[in-house]
């Protein structure tokens, strides 16, 4: 993109500077010309009109007087009809440029000089003008290389957040680039971002809520028809095994929609490798702690797999961190460790600040609400990403604050295009 914008004002200034710079050159080249003629034609009219009045007044005509008025590598020549012509200066050799004025009582006077120092000064004034061209064009190509600069730059943030939040960052980006239009996308890009936030967490929510209802109803179904095939009626009996029947299958279905709600969130998901990803992911903000006055401490275990979309696990972790910076205090403890059930990774972050307020923590999590001034949509957005990769992210701690975000450990299954045996056997 920015080569293209470069190329792009860099064409419009070299057409602009040929269109004017050529006329331009011409257009000098020939003032020089006429200047040099239009001289010429002055100085021969004076002396025209002092040898005018010498032969008014009978007498023989001195070239002598006149001569201050030829230029000095020039060439004064009088012609008079049956007489011989009159010279005065040094005779020029090659091309001259000339100009003939009539006297008033016949003859001409021509005057002449050498067309070397004419078409130098041509020259010189041709390349002036070319060289102010090639001025305009390198102050053109200073003035596209910052514009180029200046909107790709823009541009690729621009692009960089859209594919954040296809990756599922859904965060609000506060930079704006002073660009009418592309501040416009930006605040279109947090909008977008807001509303899918938003989109996400209804969706987990009614997942949730319809599992545990139809879940709950299934079960009671179940319970009641368990106990009717050993009823005394025959029909009833067969009826009672085809509607428990019937209830398993709704309850297979179901868990396969919900599996297929799952895989549909976690598209992006693959195994992650804590031990190596969580230190690249904290690196940042041990500078902005450290410019703080504040420290960071990583506590990975080695082995830790998890299945997550790392953009998500990127942002989840950015959260806790900025949440930690801009409400806690102290050191900064980043850790992962098994989770207290199979099947599970625990990533906790802990400050060693004043914690989370009594009436402050039930509501953490809710969508604005903020105890510190901020927007209070971090927070509930890190509880969406992680919803949305099958994990979970809660308040394990009040004081100090210690937030644990839950992953399910990652299986063999969940690397695209292996396959795996089913079972294992020796060999």
Do not use: C
């Not at 011989?84 to 016949?106: F, H, K, N, Q």
């Not at 969130?265 to 903000?285: R, T």
């Not at 990652?410 to 294992?424: E, F, I, K, L, T």
């Amino acid at each position: 993109m920015r080569r293209r914008i470069l190329l792009a004002i860099l064409l419009a200034v070299a057409v602009t500077g040929a269109a004017l710079g050529i006329p331009l050159g011409i257009t000098a080249w020939q003032l020089v010309d006429n200047l040099a003629k239009e001289d010429l034609a002055a100085r021969a009219q004076q002396i025209a009109a002092t040898l005018d009045d010498d032969i008014a007044d009978g007498d023989a005509l001195d070239l002598t007087a006149v001569g201050v008025a030829v230029p000095e590598d020039g060439v004064l020549v009088v012609r008079r009809p049956d007489q011989a012509d009159l010279r005065y200066g040094t005779p020029v050799d090659g091309s001259t440029v000339s100009e003939t004025v009539p006297i008033a009582r016949a003859g001409t006077v021509e005057l002449a000089i050498p067309a070397a120092p004419v078409r130098t000064r041509q020259t010189q004034v041709t390349l002036l003008v070319v060289l102010l061209v090639v001025l305009s064009v390198g102050i053109g190509t200073v003035v596209a290389t910052v514009t180029a600069r200046r909107l790709a730059q823009p541009l690729r943030h621009v692009a960089e957040r859209a594919a954040r939040l296809g990756g599922g960052d859904f965060r609000p980006d506060p930079r704006r680039y002073d660009v009418g239009e592309l501040d416009m996308v930006a605040e279109a890009l947090d909008a977008s971002g807001s509303a899918l936030a938003q989109l996400v967490q209804r969706e987990r929510r009614l997942v949730g809520d319809v599992s545990h209802q139809l879940r709950s109803r299934l079960t009671a179904l179940q319970l009641r028809l368990e106990s009717l095939p050993v009823h005394g009626d025959d029909e009833v009996a067969e009826d009672a095994r085809a509607a428990q029947e019937q209830a398993d299958r709704l309850a297979e279905a179901l868990d396969e929609l919900l599996a297929a709600a799952r895989a549909a969130s976690e598209v992006g998901a693959e195994p992650v490798d804590l031990h190596s990803q969580l230190p690249a992911m904290a690196e940042e903000w041990r500078q902005m702690l450290r410019a703080d006055g504040r420290t960071l401490r990583l506590r990975i275990a080695e082995g830790l797999r998890v299945r997550a979309t790392p953009a998500r696990l990127r942002e989840i972790i950015g959260v806790l961190l900025d949440n930690a910076l801009r409400h806690g205090g102290g050191t900064v403890t980043l850790a992962a460790r098994r989770g207290d059930s199979d099947g599970t990774v625990m990533v906790e972050v802990t400050d060693n600040g004043a914690g989370v307020p009594d009436e402050l923590a039930p509501h953490i999590f809710d969508r604005g609400f903020s105890g510190g001034g901020s927007t209070g949509v971090g927070l509930a957005l890190a509880r969406a990403l992680a919803e949305a990769d099958g994990g979970r992210l809660e308040l394990s701690v009040k004081r100090p604050a210690t937030f644990a975000l839950f992953l399910r450990v990652s299986r063999p299954q969940d690397v695209a295009g292996v396959s795996w045996p089913a079972d294992s056997s020796p060999r």
